[in-house]
């Protein structure tokens, strides 16, 4: 539904976007993070034509953005990061603007959508909170009948009750057949919901697999303390894939499994070794270098 | 997106109105005391260029007071305005408040977008000028004089040339530029400029406000005739302008 191949954007001498390739399958939840400049936007802008990519191509329901950007967006409900709307109008005038344009709305979506973000739509858009412009900005990019939704930090703003609704929202709409992308800070929303993730970094994907291999690969991640003065090449013992020093630690990756072989690390000289399934952040920690917290 | 276009050039386009409505009337009601003074004005007045506008206006009757009230002065001055403020925010406004995403987002082409903001932001512009243009006749007559209805519409046609290549060229810019405040300073700037030149008689030549001139708008109520070869350069300024437009925002990133 979603097809991004060997996708590129250079902004001067930065690459926004160097060479990402992924696909989202119908009815699917994928996920994107990465730090702040990682290029989440630029890909979303990429795929609703408001940035052209440098290289690469991608496409939406089967259309090529590139070559028929119009059709591509005729398939596609977008919210935008930064979430701009026409302050002088109310919200019922700006979400009519916003759904307007497309061939056919979802009226029985949109009313459910009213009740989960209710938001009072006879006032002007320049007296709603952050929460509200961002509850206005969903309705708009979910109510269109489409078979895709591109949502930039959509939970940016809501409470947690809205966020808890927020992602029922999503699960019904993928239930239905909806594809969502979604590009989130809120690690624990995209481990909950999402079916795929995709981590980008500098522009580059350093990591793209399903949320079940995500957990599966996290559970063989062993962080041993090694005794002082001891090399880190005993580590390296049979079962054992990667060994990579973190935080004054090493991450040991196991090949097997990753219960026999912490039981053989445990006997060489350490001073702890921690084994258990790693959260979302916590693979994302791993992933981007990030110190965790003890 | 034509009805939001439309709201958005509304209350511009009524205040466009007003502004030269009031003057229009300011301007006929004192007609008769303005026949009467002409010599004075012509001794408080400081410039010898400014001094030959007030004769050759007067040496027309109504219909030169019009021109010079009416287009010379206020079209010239208020649809300056009027023209940088109708264009000046179309893409820079909409980068500003960071609503470009939700509206480039729609499924709609970028050159559809871009036509009906500059068509709207154009009909905004010009319809107070041939409206109050219009209003002049009912007013002229309450001061019992008469008004050649034919040259009076050229010359609102002429200066509607004028005025539509100037908010062309703020429209072009506002699609290049992020800050429609700078679009505005610098198509400002620029026509404070021209406009002064227009009043030294070594550099009047340079001035673009030359071809909206007095000499050139009695012309028209003289011969009832449209300066064509004017008219048509600047019809077709518009055109390149919008053409640009069209062409930077199709292929700009936002």
């Known amino acids: 539904m979603i097809a991004v191949d060997r996708l590129g954007k250079r902004y001067g001498a930065l690459a926004a976007l160097d060479g990402v390739s992924f696909e989202a399958a119908r009815g699917t939840i994928f996920g994107l993070v990465g730090p702040n400049g990682a290029g989440k936007t630029t890909l979303l802008k990429c795929l609703v034509g408001i940035v052209a990519p440098g290289e690469g191509r991608c496409a939406v329901a089967g259309v090529d953005v590139a070559t028929d950007p119009v059709g591509a967006r005729r398939h596609v409900g977008y919210l935008p990061s930064e979430g701009g709307l026409y302050e002088a109008m109310t919200g019922r005038a700006c979400l009519r603007f916003a759904l307007s344009a497309y061939p056919a709305v979802d009226r029985e979506l949109l009313a459910d959508l009213e009740r989960d973000f209710p938001v009072p739509l006879d006032r002007r858009i320049r007296t709603y909170s952050h929460g509200m412009r961002r509850k206005l900005g969903l309705l708009q990019a979910l109510a269109p009948d489409v078979p895709v939704a591109i949502l930039d930090e959509p939970e940016d703003g809501l409470d947690p009750s809205a966020r808890r609704r927020f992602l029922d929202v999503l699960r019904r709409l993928r239930d239905r057949g909806r594809t969502i992308l979604l590009s989130s800070h809120q690690l624990e929303s995209v481990a909950a919901v999402c079916d795929r993730v995709a981590f980008l970094a500098a522009g580059k994907l350093v990591d793209c697999d399903s949320m079940d291999r995500i957990r599966e690969r996290a559970a063989r991640r062993i962080r041993v303390r090694l005794s002082p003065g001891v090399d880190p090449a005993v580590l390296r013992i049979d079962g054992v894939e990667s060994v990579t020093p973190r935080d004054g630690a090493y991450v040991v990756v196991a090949a097997g499994e990753p219960l026999d072989v912490a039981r053989r690390l445990a006997a060489l000289p350490i001073e702890g070794l921690e084994y258990r399934s790693l959260r979302l952040d916590e693979v994302y920690s791993d992933l981007y270098g990030i110190e965790r917290a003890a | ?254």
Not at chain 2, 121 to 144: D, K, M, N, R, Y
Not at chain 2, 149 to 173: E, I, K
Not at chain 2, 183 to 201: D, H, M, T
Request: charged share 15%; net charge neutral.
């Open chain 2, 1 to 254: 997106m034509i009805e939001k276009a439309i709201r958005d050039v509304a209350w511009k386009s009524l205040a466009a109105a007003l502004l030269l409505g009031a003057h229009l009337v300011i301007a006929i009601a004192y007609f008769h005391e303005f026949e009467q003074n002409i010599e004075a004005f012509r001794q408080v007045v400081p410039f010898e260029p400014i001094r030959k506008v007030i004769d050759a206006a007067a040496k027309r009757g109504f219909d030169g007071y019009l021109s010079l009230q009416h287009f010379f002065k206020a079209t010239n001055t208020f649809g300056t305005f009027a023209a940088v403020f109708f264009g000046m925010g179309a893409v820079a406004g909409e980068v500003e408040r960071r609503t470009i995403e939700l509206l480039l987002s729609r499924p709609v082409s970028r050159t559809r977008i871009l036509t009906v903001k500059y068509v709207a932001g154009a009909l905004g512009l010009l319809i107070p000028l041939f409206v109050v243009t219009a209003a002049a006749i009912p007013l002229a007559s309450t001061i019992e004089e008469p008004v050649a209805v034919g040259p009076l519409f050229l010359q609102a046609v002429h200066s509607a040339a004028f005025l539509a290549a100037l908010y062309s060229l703020t429209f072009a810019l506002s699609t290049a530029m992020s800050d429609s405040a700078r679009v505005a300073y610098l198509v400002l700037g620029v026509s404070v400029i021209e406009f002064s030149l227009l009043v030294v008689r070594e550099a009047s030549h340079a001035s673009f406000y030359k071809l909206v001139d007095i000499s050139v708008l009695l012309d028209i109520v003289l011969t009832g005739r449209l300066p064509w070869p004017t008219d048509l350069g600047l019809v077709a300024a518009s055109g390149a302008f919008f053409a640009i437009a069209v062409w930077r925002f199709r292929t700009r990133d936002f």
